[in-house]
């Protein structure tokens, strides 16, 4: 954490050019254990040469920040990534109250130092919305897949939710191990580079300990990179 921390102060570094070569380096690093960004041992037992690579382009105080990219674990959790994908792309048709499903031009609402980051709330901006991409009810909600992927370090992305199999739009970014939420919040991706990270601690920089933001950070853009 503390190396990580050092690293982040330098400043952000543009986002290389995801290529095609760099996922494949990626995926051989984290399966055989050795990047800092994997999850606990056993959760690599999914085929993840297929896994989405995804990006939200962040802006802090109308300035840009920087890009974090994100593996998501559809070898593991498949239906919280395809949301999660979709909603990067905004491919899907409005939500029947209108609002768009897609992740560009909202923001974090809540950022807690040392802790996490919030986002998703593709309406209100507050965290009183959330909708998933599925109509599996009237509240366009699923339910928890698994919690085989563990709250485990900085990075981990996983859903936000109101309660158990209410999982929609928004989700957590863990600026830290987050153990207590290992059961409660099903985790299903985490950045994959170290400029992502720097990105990530730019926007704990504009956190609270009450999780108002210092200044309003955006998803000024999303997409998907892979495949």
């Known amino acids: 954490r503390a190396g990580t921390r050092q690293f982040a102060e330098r400043g ?21 254990g050795g990047s800092r960004y994997q999850h606990q041992e056993g959760a690599q037992k999914g085929d993840r040469s297929l896994n989405p690579i995804v990006y939200l382009d962040i802006s802090i ?49 809540r950022i807690v130092k040392d802790s996490l980051c919030q986002g998703g709330d593709l309406s209100q901006g507050d965290g009183t919305w959330s909708a998933s991409v599925f109509r599996d009810n009237a509240d366009c909600l699923f339910a928890d897949e698994n919690f085989i992927l563990r709250h485990t370090g900085p990075g981990v ?43 990530l601690y730019d926007i704990e920089r504009q956190g609270s300990q009450s999780g108002r933001p210092r200044q309003p950070v955006v998803i000024a853009d999303s997409g998907q990179l892979y495949p």
């Open 61 to 109: 105080g109308n300035e840009p920040s920087g890009r974090l990219m994100i593996e998501l674990r559809a070898d593991l959790v498949p239906r919280a990534a395809e949301n999660f994908r979709s909603l990067c792309t905004g491919e899907h048709p409005k939500h029947k109250d209108g609002t768009a499903m897609h992740f560009k031009g909202t923001m974090f609402h």
């Open 157 to 199: 992305l996983s859903m936000a939710n109101s309660g158990p199999d209410t999982n929609g739009s928004q989700f957590y970014l863990s600026f830290v191990e987050t153990a207590w939420m290992d059961e409660h919040h099903v985790v299903f991706g985490c950045v994959c580079n170290q400029d992502s990270l720097t990105v």
């Open 12 to 32: 952000a570094a543009k986002a290389p050019l995801w290529t095609e070569a760099a996922r494949r380096r990626l995926c051989s690093t984290m399966s055989q």
